[in-house]
């Protein structure tokens, strides 16, 4: 009884949406910023000599290490998302590689994360931008994939 006085008090319309959340909540440019920190901490892992024993050293590598770790981290975060909440399954159609291209790029992160491979770490940045370019091309829009370095 009460909520037919609620409903009747509130009537709801009908509405639907493309994306799991509201238009512009998405943007794979947060993917990209975390995925930059992972190769810069990667670059900085492999320019370090720790054979000098110090402990400053060891301490700065394991801190590049925490950085990387999270940054590759956060990279999947995001693009997951982009990939469960934003594209559709008509979005297969303009994109055929679309799940085989965010599959690699997760495994890419992991990889990133558990390794210390400048290789790797070049190609999440190679895959960021392919996804960069079908998510603004999934929009109708052609946005230039700016790196911060």
């Known amino acids: 009884m009460i909520k037919q006085l609620i409903e009747n008090m509130f009537p709801a319309t009908e509405v639907s949406a493309h994306c799991d959340g509201p238009c512009g909540v998405y943007d794979p440019a947060q993917a990209r910023v975390h995925a930059e920190a992972v190769l810069s901490m990667t670059k900085k892992i492999l320019a370090l000599d720790p054979a000098d024993g110090s402990h400053a050293t060891a301490n700065t590598l394991s801190r590049y290490i925490a950085i990387k770790e999270e940054e590759a981290h956060s990279t999947k975060t995001h693009l997951l998302v982009l990939w469960t909440d934003f594209f559709k399954p008509q979005h297969l159609e303009q994109f055929p590689d ?20 400048l290789e790797n770490a070049e190609a999440l940045m190679a895959t960021v931008e392919k996804i960069h370019n079908m998510f603004w091309a999934a929009k109708g829009r052609d946005v230039a994939f700016v790196k911060a370095s």
């Open 98 to 117: 679309l799940h085989d291209t965010f599959w690699q790029a997760a495994k890419l992160c992991s990889a990133c994360k558990t390794g210390v491979s």
